[in-house]
Structure formats: structure tokens, C-alpha cells
Nanobody
């Protein structure tokens, strides 16, 4: 399974960007999708996740009410709509996919079986 993230770029503070991540391969199922980010000099952190049914979403406190995660299972794709961007949102954003259901916490890296290469988001003040 390969994950390809896209949609990053340069935005001004207060602006918006929409990230996408497509899963490709054969014989896999998409369970929980997650987005993580890593800013320069910092550890990777959880951003958002969506349940396999799409009915439950989870966000870090830093992005709640500004970001929205969504999924399109027909396209094996997850999205991250980012509004009201702040300079502190600057980071490389990685998508992650659980293909084998587990009881691991959705905020932890060990929940996910595959990771995308990341897409850079830069927010200027």
C-alpha cells in the first residue's frame, strides 16, 4: 500500500488549504485514517483522525474548530481542510492509514500501518 499526499503549499495567516491523501495498492482495507505533522526541530504530533465509518472524528486541541478531516472510501482518499491557518501550523503533514484494525489509540503512531511521504505547509504571518 502506498499513500500519496498532496495539497501543501504557502498560505497567509487566516487563509485555507486542503490536503489530500490517496491510498493505492491491492488487497487492503481502509480503517482509521490519521493526519500528523512535524514542524522543524519538533517531534511529530497528532493532528486529526477519522473512524472507518466516517462518523467519528478526532482533533488535537490546537486545530479543533479550524481543521476538518473527511474521507471518500470510493476513492481511497482522506482530506484535511485547514481554515484560519496560523504560522504555528507550519509543518510537514503526513497522512497515515490503518489497514488492520487494532485497539491502539488513534493519536499514536503505532495505530497506523502505512504512512505518506508528507506535504509541506508553510503559513506566513
Amino acid at each position: 500500500v502506498q499513500l500519496q499526499a498532496s495539497g501543501g503549499g504557502l498560505a497567509q495567516a487566516g487563509g485555507s488549504l486542503r490536503l489530500s491523501c490517496v491510498a493505492s495498492g491491492s488487497n487492503f482495507r481502509t480503517y482509521v485514517w490519521g493526519w500528523f505533522r512535524q514542524a522543524p526541530g519538533k517531534e511529530r504530533e497528532f493532528v486529526a483522525a477519522i473512524s472507518w465509518t466516517g462518523t467519528e472524528t478526532y482533533y488535537s486541541d490546537s486545530v479543533k474548530d479550524r481543521f476538518t478531516i473527511d474521507r471518500d472510501d470510493a476513492k481511497n482518499t482522506v482530506y484535511l481542510q485547514m481554515n484560519k491557518l496560523k504560522p504555528e501550523d507550519t509543518a510537514v503533514y503526513h497522512c497515515a492509514l490503518e489497514t488492520r484494525p487494532s485497539s491502539f489509540d488513534y493519536r499514536g503512531s503505532n495505530k497506523y500501518d502505512y504512512w505518506g511521504q508528507g506535504t509541506l505547509v508553510t503559513v506566513s504571518s
